[in-house]
């Protein structure tokens, strides 16, 4: 197991486009996360899911913002109609047990770059 | 989430043990100390983690004072590649909520 993989690493747009990232946490982990970071700042969490069903979606995701995780596996986060703002590392995350008391691994990231 | 406070930098020379500190003063008695550190151009990794004893692991240990109201993370010898931004994070639910760290400079 090679650990979170998220893919692509580098996606640049133009404003008004729809991305869509894909997560794919360490097999048999039920939970996943999302989170943003801009520069500067640490991770801000955006949404988790415990195996297929999205638990938790935090106010700073706009309705431009979906994630899904079908089957309980693989995750993406779409987001439509991008803006500038939106330029960010966007992370994912996967843990076995809650993190409340269990260790959460950590992909590297996808770097959105809206121009 | 209770907030912590963090130094925003501290520095360090290489093979010193560096102490690295964290206040949450508001801390309530489910909350769990965690300390992630992010490398540059890396996500974030867990460092440790504890409720209320002490704890040691191979990256580092925890203290925690008796009060709870405030926490050490300790590297007992620090190394160019423990150069990062150290994240204390409390928490009760099943999620993180970073605050902007410590980031840690260590010179050769």
């Known amino acids: 197991d090679t650990g979170v993989s998220q893919n692509p690493r580098h996606k640049i747009t133009k404003r008004g486009q729809n991305v869509t990232f894909r997560c794919d946490p360490i097999s048999e982990h039920n939970r996943l996360y999302w989170y943003r970071q801009t520069l500067g700042q640490g991770p801000e969490f955006l949404t988790y899911f415990q195996n297929e069903a999205q638990l938790e979606k935090s106010r700073l995701l706009s309705d431009r913002f979906s994630a899904e995780r079908p089957k309980g596996s693989f995750s993406t986060l779409e987001i439509q109609r991008t803006e500038q703002g939106d330029s960010a590392m966007y992370l994912c995350a996967s843990s076995q047990l809650p993190t409340t008391w269990a260790e959460a691994f950590f992909g590297q990231g996808t770097r959105l770059t809206v121009v | 989430d209770a907030k912590t406070t963090q130094p925003n930098s501290m520095e360090s020379n290489e093979e010193e043990p560096v102490h690295l500190p964290c206040n949450h003063s508001?801390?309530?008695?489910?909350?769990?100390i965690h300390w992630y550190r992010q490398l540059p151009s890396q996500g974030p990794e867990y460092v440790i983690h504890?409720?209320?004893s002490n704890v040691n692991n191979r990256m580092a240990s925890l203290a925690i004072a008796e009060d709870r109201k405030s926490s050490t993370l300790i590297l007992h010898r620090a190394t160019l590649r423990d150069a990062a931004v150290y994240y204390c994070i409390l928490t009760n639910t099943d999620k993180l909520i970073f605050g902007t760290g410590t980031r840690l400079q260590v010179f050769p």
């Open positions: 504890g409720l209320t």
């Open positions: 508001t801390i309530s008695g489910t909350d769990y």
